[in-house]
């Protein structure tokens, strides 16, 4: 099967996009590889994912023109790509438009792919709020601009 892990530059997403390909899946990783976290770091888990077959694709899907390198035949997306973490130097905006915009638009993009049959959204306990130990039943409160915007996503 074909498959799309976004944010794969990641810690999560590398793994997953390397256990997948090992599993005989056809993997494509993209990643923006934006500063937020060490870009020697993502750097080298790219180059690890290439050396595996992993082809990597470079873009932020903030903007809408990042389906263009993209195939329309993934039967998964699984979407790791977000603005993470409570940092004092991110501005709502910044939460806003890596992880609502972003996930708006890779949802506009999975909705052109006639063989998909799963996108998986992956979320953080950040938005229950302070407490991350509360059953699930438990109605979200998120206490920052992350939580809130990943509970939007």
Do not use: W
Request: net charge negative.
């Amino acid at each position: 099967m074909k498959i799309l892990v976004t944010g794969a530059a990641g810690f999560i997403g590398s793994h997953t996009a390397e256990r997948l390909h090992s599993l005989g899946h056809e993997v494509v990783a993209l990643d923006s590889f934006s500063d937020y976290y060490s870009l020697d770091l993502k750097q080298l888990n790219a180059k690890e994912l290439t050396e595996k077959g992993i082809t990597i694709i470079k873009r932020d899907l903030r903007d809408a023109s990042f389906a263009e390198d993209l195939p329309h035949d993934f039967s998964y997306i699984f979407h790791f790509a977000a603005q993470p973490g409570i940092s004092q130097t991110c501005t709502f905006e910044d939460y806003f438009s890596n992880n609502i915009i972003a996930t708006k638009n890779l949802v506009d993009f999975a909705l052109s792919c006639s063989n998909l049959k799963l996108f998986v959204n992956i979320g953080t306990s950040s938005i229950y709020g302070l407490e991350a130990t509360f059953p699930e039943s438990i109605a979200p409160k998120p206490a920052s601009h992350y939580g809130v915007t990943k509970l939007a996503a």
